[in-house]
């Protein structure tokens, strides 16, 4: 582990009720340490309804990619030996839509879980729909598949966190650039409310699959390189977080929290769902120290700003 790494920790606490409940009685002893030893270094404030959370805002920056409309599947890509050239990526993310006549509901992301034979099957049911849109999607694991056309080049799409439990409406893209998208959705649901596969999942017990997302649109930059020094987007508080399990939500930290004290970090971004704080040693000298040390931010109003 390299002693410059930047760590970037999505979660950290979030606006919901529950959540500031949990802070509460939520120790950190080797985070509360690190606050009278490190002061604030940068700030990124948001609002909940940016399509880009803090963590990926924080993370394009810390990667030199643009903070709306992240490539984030293109750089997927790149990181994995493939060419994207300049070409549109997103991910498409197979969903169960809960709809009724005031709203249509993201289910809980676990409830379109399939097995890689399922994901297949489904990606070549739903395939020659897009092909006939100039969209070519290609398998990449089974709750998401990558996406290529010239729609995605430049589509600010928002991320499948933000619309976890709630009514996508509001996260649609801009329709005039995504419009061939919204009727594929539509045309999806058609096909799949009668299709065997649709059949075969009910039968077994588990929500069916009647639509897809897509998100981390966009191309890269002419001539992108990654940087030398990758930041490490930590992840463990996301899943219980966005179900809302407050209680897992402070064990998962606890345990994060021990981890903390390890030296690696030249950075650390604690992120909510608005905002995201980054801490960093302070500038040299006597005084920015005695200073940080004889008044220290407390983790509760850290990470109830977020």
């Known amino acids: 582990m390299s002693e410059n790494q930047h760590l970037i920790i999505s979660y ?25 030893q490190w002061s604030v270094s940068a700030s990124d404030n948001g609002a909940l309804e940016d399509f880009a959370p803090p963590h990926e805002r924080v993370l394009a920056q810390a990667m030199g990619l643009p903070p709306k409309a992240t490539p984030w599947a293109a750089l997927y890509q790149l990181q994995n030996g493939q060419a994207p050239g300049d070409a549109g990526w997103a991910f498409l993310s197979p969903c169960h839509w809960q709809i009724s006549p005031d709203q249509v509901r993201m289910s809980e992301l676990s409830a379109a879980q399939m097995s890689d034979e399922e994901s297949r099957s489904l990606l ?8 006939e849109d100039g969209i070519e999607l290609v398998y990449d694991r089974p709750d998401r598949w990558l996406a290529r056309g010239p729609v995605f080049a430049q589509l600010d799409t928002a991320a499948l966190d933000r619309i976890a439990l709630r009514d996508v409406r509001p996260w649609q893209p801009d329709k005039a650039q995504a419009a061939v998208l919204q009727r594929l959705q539509t045309e999806m649901q058609m096909l799949l409310y009668t299709h065997a596969f649709s059949d075969a999942r009910e039968a077994s017990g588990r929500a069916p699959i009647n639509s897809f997302w897509v998100h981390g649109a966009g191309a890269l930059p002419a ?31 606890q345990q994060l929290d021990a981890t ?33 040390w004889l008044a220290p931010t407390k983790p509760l109003a850290l990470l109830s700003s977020l």
């Open 124 to 131: 070549a049911i739903m395939a020659p729909w897009f092909s």
């Open 223 to 253: 001539g992108y390189q990654p940087p030398a020094q990758v930041p490490v987007l930590n992840t463990a508080l996301r899943d219980s977080a966005l179900v809302g399990d407050w209680r897992s939500w402070q064990q998962q930290w």
């Open 12 to 36: 950290a606490a979030t606006d919901e009720p529950g959540c500031q409940q949990a802070l509460q009685a939520l120790p950190l002893p080797n985070l509360q340490r690190l606050l009278r």
């Open 260 to 292: 903390l004290a390890s030296t690696a970090w030249s950075r650390i971004s604690l992120c909510g769902e608005k905002n995201a704080i980054t801490l960093a040693p302070p500038a040299p000298g006597w005084l920015p120290k005695i200073k940080q």
